[in-house]
């Protein structure tokens, strides 16, 4: 028996440093030990080969038990471990895994951010409305400061055309909706967060719904008619919205929130101007980092009011020129006779 197990044992610690895989070895050991029952049942009583290996098969079929025995006991005491303890690299809400600590340091020595505004980025939902010009910039900050679930709504896919400014997109996923283009590259920038992606045209069938399972709204589309969806549905939800438009060198920028006491887009906007007197970026141009740098702050925008930190544009409207560098900043009230959050539409 001890030359047996002698064998059992150089097969058991040898392998693994021979690059046999745990199953091989596993598989070998019983054979050895079938090999072992065939001899011991089978070779008369006094045969050399018999008291090679054991002389006695009552002594193996004990052995054998001990180990059964030995074996459902580290199975069981693992399975028990794998529902105590969480999965690496997905801890439970509100806690970091030692990368996330790592990756978001920076936010966490911030006095404004620190720990509790963290935790409030990974437990926040955002919607970004677009993945476009101002959509791509935002979405890559969002997913970048830990923002835990993202949505972005597009119904449009990547053209050659939009590579010059929609930075979110790449040459090789040309024809690809854009909702999917900004997942991929969203996961493949930070995979700690979630991202929801919705591959259709927002319409007024679908906004409430939607809109109602996240915190805060981003609205980067390029038309007045969306814009004014996307108002209309969180003043009814009460959501804050942080909407932005550019246009060849210019950009602004505003937070709107009528349940916070800052006016809503359309106290600002009360009319859909006629197309002649608002071009699309397609018709007028746009110099290609101008929503760079609107939806960079699109999403500075929505850190700061997730994690309470600062003054957020809420009543006041920056406009950015980017030809000349400057920044001017317009105060904007509540209107009490606003069709979308006036006194009459409460």
């Known amino acids: 028996m001890a030359l ?5 044992g150089v097969i058991w610690f040898a392998g693994p440093k021979f690059g046999i895989s745990k199953r091989l070895v596993t598989a070998l050991l019983i054979v050895l030990f079938v090999a072992v029952l065939f001899f011991q049942a089978t070779l008369p009583v006094g045969n050399p080969l018999k008291d090679a290996t054991g ?6 079929l004990v052995l054998a038990g001990v180990a059964a025995l ?5 199975f069981g005491l693992g399975k028990l471990r794998e529902k105590s303890e969480p999965i690496k690299n997905t801890p439970k809400t509100g806690t970091f895994s030692p990368a996330e600590l790592d990756r978001y340091a920076r936010h966490i020595v911030l006095r404004e951010v620190g720990g509790p505004g963290q935790k409030k980025l990974k437990s926040a939902k955002v919607l970004v409305i677009g993945a476009g010009g101002l959509g791509a910039p935002a979405l890559q900050y969002l997913a970048a400061a830990g923002v835990g679930t993202i949505g972005v709504i597009d119904d449009d896919v990547v053209e050659n055309s939009n590579l010059q400014r929609q930075v979110i997109h790449t040459d090789a996923r040309i024809g690809m909706p854009k909702a999917f283009s900004a997942e991929i590259a969203i996961k493949a920038q930070n995979p700690f967060v979630e991202v929801k992606p919705y591959n259709r045209r927002l319409t007024s069938d679908i906004a409430r719904d939607l809109f109602a399972e996240y915190d805060l709204i981003l609205d980067g589309t390029d038309n007045f008619e969306t814009r004014h969806l996307v108002n209309a549905t969180c003043v009814a939800l009460g959501l804050p919205l942080i909407s932005a438009a550019i246009t060849q060198w210019e950009g602004q920028i505003s937070l709107y929130h009528p349940a916070g006491g800052a006016p809503c887009y359309a106290c600002v906007f009360p009319e859909i101007p006629a197309g002649d007197l608002a071009p699309s970026c397609a018709e007028a141009g746009v110099v290609g980092a101008l929503p760079g740098v609107v939806g960079a702050m699109m999403a500075g925008e929505a850190i700061k009011w997730i994690t309470g930190a600062g003054a957020p544009l809420a009543g006041r409207l920056v406009l950015y020129d980017a030809l000349y560098g400057e920044n001017r900043e317009i105060k904007v009230t509540r209107r009490a006779d606003c069709a979308a959050c006036g006194s009459a539409h409460k």
């Open 4 to 8: 047996i197990l002698l064998i059992a």
């Open 70 to 74: 030995v074996w459902a006991y580290r």
């Open 55 to 60: 002389g006695s098969l009552q002594n193996w």
